[in-house]
């Protein structure tokens, strides 16, 4: 069903921001390259997207002043809370745990990937709004979303989970929808300043598991960096009443964080200090996001998820060629979740399911090398111990040291 109002709702909604940041100083301006229309405190050339020439944004800050991840998080919390939002615990890390969607690109909705979908019971069971009152709410979301992997460890910005701040209200009247957008821009302004801070209005129509939503969404930039965004679904489609309307505001917290802090390093932040001097950005990135998944009783596995979770640790062990330091990591990034979301595994048994499977990955590469048939059971053994066993006959006849240096050294590339 499709109510009549949605089409003058998105003109209305284009209007009424106009004036609205006008009156607030922005200035409307259209890009050289793209021709879009964005706003900023000042005149630009460029949208601040890459693509139309803008350059990759560049730190030069120091790193011994700096507010940290959870403290910006604790700050944007108390914000919206004393603004009259209600703090909504995050989801569990396995999207299809939440809910019972039909899941149309398994790559996006493998794992949670926004706090947006807190909101899936309302707008695609269609759940009455009336037996649980949805009010606006804020949500600090842990995430993780895959699609970008490649850029993780060159550009800023980029990691394999983060934080989703937003703010989520269905059914908002345009006024209300551009209070929660003006609250965000004031947020941002008393955290580092709008003088850098370009926003980008584009439409489209957003496909989300089985429906088709026509959204104004208005992107944030620090200088080339894309913060968030604020979208307005104006005529979200719901099959047995009208549709809804949903402000669903967004934001990256590390993201938000590198631009108050403006380190050099940008891995700085996401910590430890030591490991980001060493540039060791893989294996932090990567330990990070292990821990989060196998802490929420994601395991390696040859499911759709634990295929996904045994490839980052395949990264991690090519990224730490087999020192283990990700091992000193662990209790660092299990300390980092616990500040927004309840892990079900110990760190202890997150490490030895990092370890098992490390070594089952390693010990089937030398297995497949060596033409030997082992068991699952010999698989799991520590490395170390599978090469003594080997080299002392257990698996059969040694026919050539060679061979299995050779096949030692083909684990590790
Ligand atoms: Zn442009």
Not at 198 to 215: F, G, H, M, Q, Y
Not at 220 to 229: Q, S, T, V
Request: net charge neutral.
């Amino acid at each position: 069903m499709q109510s009549s109002g949605g089409v003058d709702l998105r003109d209305k909604l284009l209007e009424s921001l106009n004036v609205e940041l006008v009156k607030g100083g922005w200035i409307p301006q259209k890009c050289e390259v793209c021709s879009c229309l964005f706003y900023g405190t000042k005149k630009y050339k460029v949208c601040a997207s890459e693509k139309c020439g803008e350059p990759t944004i560049e730190f030069d800050g120091e790193p011994n002043h700096f507010i940290s991840i959870e403290e910006l998080n604790k700050k944007i919390e108390l914000f919206f809370n004393k603004s009259g939002y209600s703090i909504e615990k995050p989801l569990h890390m396995l999207h299809s745990k939440n809910k019972d969607l039909k899941v149309k690109n398994l790559e996006d909705s493998l794992f949670t990937m926004a706090g947006v979908q807190i909101l899936d019971d309302f707008l695609f069971h269609e759940m009455s709004l009336e037996n649980k009152k949805l009010k606006k709410i804020f949500i600090a979301q842990p995430s993780v979303r895959l699609l970008s992997i490649s850029k993780v460890g060159s550009l800023p910005g980029f990691y394999t989970s983060f934080i989703n701040v937003c703010s989520e209200h269905i059914n908002p009247t345009l006024d209300e929808y551009l209070k929660d957008l003006f609250l965000w821009i004031k947020l941002i302004d008393e955290l580092f300043g709008l003088q850098e801070i370009r926003l980008k209005v584009r439409e489209k129509i957003v496909k989300w598991n089985d429906r088709k939503s026509p959204t104004v969404q208005i992107f944030f930039y620090y200088k080339g960096m894309e913060l968030g965004d604020a979208g307005f679904h104006y005529e979200f489609p719901q099959k047995t009443r009208d549709s809804m309307v949903v402000s669903d505001i967004g934001f990256g917290l590390e993201r938000l964080c590198i631009c108050i802090n403006k380190n050099k390093r940008h891995f700085d932040l996401l910590g430890p200090y030591l490991q980001s001097f060493m540039g060791d950005y893989t294996i932090i990135d990567r330990t990070r996001t292990l821990v989060l998944l196998i802490g929420s009783n994601i395991l390696p596995s040859d499911t759709p998820h634990g295929t996904k979770v045994r490839s980052m640790i395949k990264d991690l062990f090519a990224a730490d060629k087999g020192t283990f330091k990700w091992l000193e990591l662990v209790p660092y990034f299990y300390a980092f979740w616990s500040g927004f979301t309840q892990l079900e595994l110990s760190p202890l048994k997150i490490r030895d399911t990092l370890r098992s499977e490390i070594y089952r990955q390693n010990n089937r590469k030398l297995a497949t090398d060596l033409k030997l048939n082992i068991s699952n059971e010999e698989l799991i053994r520590p490395t170390y111990e599978f090469v003594e066993l080997y080299i002392h006959g257990k698996y059969g006849k040694v026919e050539s040291l060679n061979k299995l240096d050779a096949a030692i050294k083909n684990m590790f590339l």
